[in-house]
């Protein structure tokens, strides 16, 4: 029993560790959103980084991924390659709404309001949504990190890693 169970357990991926649960980013671009890059590409991969998927939704150029136990959707994009954006497309954007993710500088889903303002004090609230780090894309300015706040604490984070327009 315990040698079905080891066999079981190993032909199961795995979730990504919570350890493992951190947005990065580098001179206001996000690298990271845990194991997930900018260049990682289609469901499979995703699969890899995150256990299993709760839903798979394709629509034009897009395929959103969601993975409820890992607590993040992911949006792949495919901008004109060959194949579906499911198979092929890269990662997006990514949201993230469970209190194990957390930013760089330490800002978790659940955190208060108050907190979140003192760790970005350059913040600022733009169509229901606040701006925590923003970058230079396409000639416009470009919010890469976002916090919807819902009763004074942050309940999800939206990320643009960009990974379709490289």
Known sequence: ???????????TPAAAPAADRVIRSQAGLVSSVGPLKPT??????????????TAVVAKGNGCTVRFSRA?????????????SACQVGRAQ????NGREWRTQRGLRVG?????????????RRRHGRWELQTA?????????LEAVVARGRVA??????GGAGE
């Open 136 to 144: 230079p894309l396409f000639g416009l300015t470009v919010a890469t």
């Open 156 to 161: 999800r984070m939206l990320t643009y890693l």
């Open 71 to 83: 607590h993040i959707t992911v949006v792949l994009a495919n901008f004109g390659g060959g194949g």
């Open 1 to 11: 029993m315990a040698v079905a169970s080891l066999v079981v357990a190993l032909a």
């Open 93 to 96: 954007r990514a949201t993230v």
């Open 40 to 53: 990682d590409a289609g469901v499979a991969r995703l699969t890899t980084l995150f256990g299993r998927r």
């Open 111 to 123: 955190d208060r309001s108050v907190r979140m303002k003192r760790l970005y004090p350059g913040a």
